[in-house]
């Protein structure tokens, strides 16, 4: 089937599902749910369980619709990515498990472009596998927040974001729980980053840590970065700055980063044991750095390109 | 640029060459009422920057005495400042 294999959805109204299962779904694009375009109504799943579903784009081709998501859990399903948005998505106590995706497109758990909304409350992604190098949540102008909620074993197999990759996009994450992953856990280009009494522990190795490894969070060229409360554990990086690598290619005095109130441990990377800071303003406050290793500087990297400051003297 | 490290605290951080809990290039953080405990580096066990001073050591020599050369901004200042 080409789209909606087990819904296609055409007219401009809600649309409710409810209390049910859905399994060994396939179509193209939208492998569950197909909205034809320019549908703008709201759509809500409550407590439904999708099982071995399949797609070579979407599970959940949404459009332009509003969508809810509650208590609900999708299960070893195989589709690039579970939801396809182009507005805004909250996904409220439910869960992805063992998805798989296979293609070379970013986002397995949800691609969100173009002014996206994208809410995880209370939710839980486990055991998410990418084969490509950009984040398992794909953002571009547009906004995320993350509130109570779990990501456990989301694999890269190459670069970039293996949980949230950012563009231009803001994220605001709180009270969550971030394990076991690969390559950059966040990485964000010149976005808002906001995280607040949040995890961050346990990285893993992927195939292409030797050429490209720099920070569980990656900031290049962000614009505030906020980071406090939150902890850093067992973190390995290849190459620079094992917790937070934070970049700023050209220097903008209103780029600022603050780190506070923080707990370091046992990181280790080959600069930077923890934190990497080039070329933007930054604050570090109130944290604590302990058993973190590099060669140079094995808690904190400060780095600065004051070259044109020096032949001005 | 200008970075603020203040009030934080660095126990038992390892570094294999320099700068055992904050290594520095170009610019000189603020640091302000941090606390440095166990940490190690070859050197600067705490807090390492680019070379800024010259300690030359008399070799060999049985009193261990060093001498210490001026910095390089004072060798500086004297090239450029002073006929």
Redesign the interface.
């Known amino acids: 089937m080409e789209k909606g294999g087990t819904f296609y959805v055409s007219e401009h109204s809600g649309f409710l599902l409810k209390n049910c299962s859905v399994t060994n779904s396939y179509a193209k694009y939208g492998s569950i749910f197909y909205f034809q375009e320019n549908y703008e109504g709201l759509f809500t799943i409550e407590n439904v369980d999708f099982y071995l579903c399949e797609g070579m784009f979407d599970l959940i081709d949404a459009g332009q619709t509003n969508m809810v998501i509650t208590n609900s859990t999708f299960r070893q399903n195989l589709n690039n990515f579970c939801f396809l948005v182009f507005s805004n998505i909250e996904f409220v106590n439910s869960r992805i498990i063992d998805h798989q995706c296979f293609t070379n497109l970013p986002g397995c758990i949800i691609n969100a472009i173009t002014n996206s909304v994208v809410i995880f409350r209370s939710s839980i992604f486990e055991n998410i596998s990418s084969f490509i190098e950009e984040g398992n949540v794909y953002l571009e102008d547009s906004v995320v927040q993350c509130v109570s909620s779990q990501m456990k074993t989301l694999m890269s197999n190459k670069n970039k974001g293996s949980c949230f990759s950012s563009y231009t996009s803001t994220l605001f994450m709180n009270d969550s729980q971030l394990t076991d992953y690969t390559a950059n856990c966040l990485y964000s280009m010149e976005s808002y980053i906001t995280i607040h009494n949040s995890i961050f522990d346990n990285s893993l190795l992927n195939e292409t840590q030797n050429l490209y490894d720099y920070g569980t969070i990656y900031c290049e060229n962000c614009f505030i970065i906020m980071i406090d409360f939150s902890s850093f554990i067992g973190n390995s990086k290849t190459i620079n700055g094992s917790a937070i690598f934070i970049i700023s290619n050209s220097p903008n005095l209103l780029n600022t980063a603050q780190i506070s109130n923080s707990y370091f441990y046992d990181n280790n990377a080959l600069e930077a044991g923890t934190i990497y800071v080039y070329n933007q303003n930054s604050s570090l406050i109130l944290n604590i750095f302990e058993g973190n290793s590099a060669n140079r500087g094995g808690g904190i990297f400060c780095d600065n390109d004051s070259n044109f400051a020096k032949v001005n003297f | 640029?200008?970075?603020?490290?203040?009030?934080?605290?660095?126990?038992?951080?390892?570094?294999?060459?320099?700068?055992?809990?904050?290594?520095?290039?170009?610019?000189n953080?603020t640091f302000i009422d941090n606390t440095f405990l166990n940490?190690?580096?070859l050197y600067g066990a705490d807090i390492?920057s680019f070379p800024i001073r010259i300690i030359l050591k008399c070799w060999p020599s049985d009193d261990n005495e060093s001498i210490s050369l001026p910095s390089i901004d004072d060798i500086l200042w004297n090239k450029f400042f002073v006929s």
Request: charged share 10%; aromatic share 10%.
């Open positions: 640029m200008n970075i603020l490290i203040s009030s934080n605290i660095f126990n038992s951080n390892v570094a294999f060459t320099e700068g055992g809990a904050v290594k520095w290039n170009d610019e953080p940490n190690s580096a390492a």
